[in-house]
């Protein structure tokens, strides 16, 4: 086998324990706040989990550039290594707090030493021929998404059988096995000689440096409106699945569904669009992906049962999984060798924003549009997206020429 696709496999496979890990905590963080760290008050509760979930995001947003550029200097897999045996201890760490503050510290620990899936997506963008790098791409995106959807499941099955404090000491271990695997398999031939030799230049420099290559603005922009859009009415779905099933029988199972199944065929569909990509063009994937999650955004504010949502959910993903992979293909193709990790950091910071500022927004908005209006909000921002990606991305290549 060659040893791109070698890499490929190895950190697919890491991307879906990373992911299933961190995962995990999300269907018990609030009563793991209320039944093991003393809080009882419901407001107090949702402040401290929405800070503590919050937290990370900010935390990676500020850091991902500075881990970006240590690893175009250093190389990819050493920031990989870094990262997840970091996250391993971070994990490890949060079974044993006292208090919500610990929890909350570490959250942003974890946010400032996160960075597995950058360093997987720059180290697999290096590593693979770029004609397969749409492929690539979506290969690597479908083990992510694949643990995002096991993980709450698993989580939440394990609170109830052995307790909240063990899952954090099992993440732990994931992330741990994960690092051990790509630390014994994967391979980069990195010339740190080469790395020295190049100009050294801060965090803001390079990303001035970055921003002149015509293509990086919008990519980067594309990917923070997609996060928005897509976030925004996620924190609202369990009351909309609520209000459509009438009944509080089997509705955690039922919101859970809605929840995942998006990702089911965000998984199944990223590879395919990503050899497809690879085939007619990475641009023409991603705006079509951008037109028809639109498009299926617009019917979730009009459906009368669970059953026509989880339609419209699972449609929903499977343009949804030639988003984010098309965008890192389009960021490969467009940047130099050399400054890789960087561009894919300076777009992880962007898909962070998008997910602090969108369910934000969200919340805030809903008071007054509801989440049916938040459904065309999000369908309406991504269709107007796609307008503006085509014209930007259009007008950087005839500048190019």
Request: glycine letters at 10%.
């Amino acid at each position: 086998m060659q040893r791109w696709k070698i890499n490929l496999a190895v950190l697919m496979f890491g991307s879906f324990l990373v992911m299933a890990g961190m995962t995990m905590i999300i269907p018990f963080l609030s009563l793991y706040l209320k039944q093991d760290l003393g809080l009882t008050d419901e407001h107090e509760i949702g402040v401290w989990a929405g800070l503590i979930f919050a937290a990370n995001f900010v935390t990676s947003f500020l850091f991902q550039p500075v881990w970006g550029k240590l690893s175009d200097r250093y190389g990819r897999k050493m920031m990989l290594l870094r990262s997840g045996f970091g996250m391993a201890v971070v994990m490890v760490l949060m079974g044993f707090a006292a208090a919500p503050w610990h929890l909350l510290v570490l959250r942003m620990m974890n946010g400032i030493i996160a960075g597995f899936q950058p360093a997987a997506v720059s180290l697999v963008a290096a590593t693979t021929p770029k004609e397969r790098s749409g492929f690539a791409m979506g290969t690597l995106q479908s083990g992510g998404i694949a643990g995002s959807i096991m993980g709450p499941f698993f989580g939440g099955l394990l609170a109830d059988s052995i307790g909240f404090r063990p899952i954090f000491y099992i993440t732990g271990t994931l992330l741990f096995l994960a690092s051990i695997v790509s630390w014994i398999l994967v391979k980069e031939n990195f010339d740190k000689q080469a790395a020295a030799n190049r100009p050294q230049v801060g965090v803001i420099k390079g990303f001035r440096e970055l921003m002149t290559i015509r293509q990086m603005p919008v990519l980067l922009s594309v990917t923070f409106l997609i996060q928005f859009a897509m976030l925004s009415p996620m924190a609202l779905i369990p009351l909309y699945v609520e209000r459509l099933h009438g009944t509080t029988d089997n509705l955690a199972f039922y919101s859970g569904f809605v929840g995942s199944v998006t990702g089911l065929s965000n998984m199944i569909s990223s590879p395919i669009l990503g050899r497809l990509s690879d085939r007619i063009g990475s641009k023409r994937i991603l705006l079509v992906s951008l037109v028809g999650a639109a498009v299926m955004l617009l019917p979730q504010a009009f459906v009368g049962s669970v059953g026509q949502l989880l339609v419209c959910r699972f449609l929903q993903g499977c343009f949804m999984g030639g988003l984010i992979p098309t965008v890192n293909s389009l960021i490969r193709q467009c940047t130099p060798d050399g400054k890789e990790s960087r561009s894919f950091s300076f777009n992880s910071s962007a898909l962070a924003l998008g997910n602090m500022v969108g369910p934000i927004v969200g919340g805030a908005l809903s008071g007054f549009i509801g989440i049916e209006g938040l459904f065309l909000v999000s369908a309406a921002l991504l269709m107007l997206t796609s307008v503006w990606a085509s014209r930007a991305l259009r007008a950087a290549r005839l500048a190019d020429r």
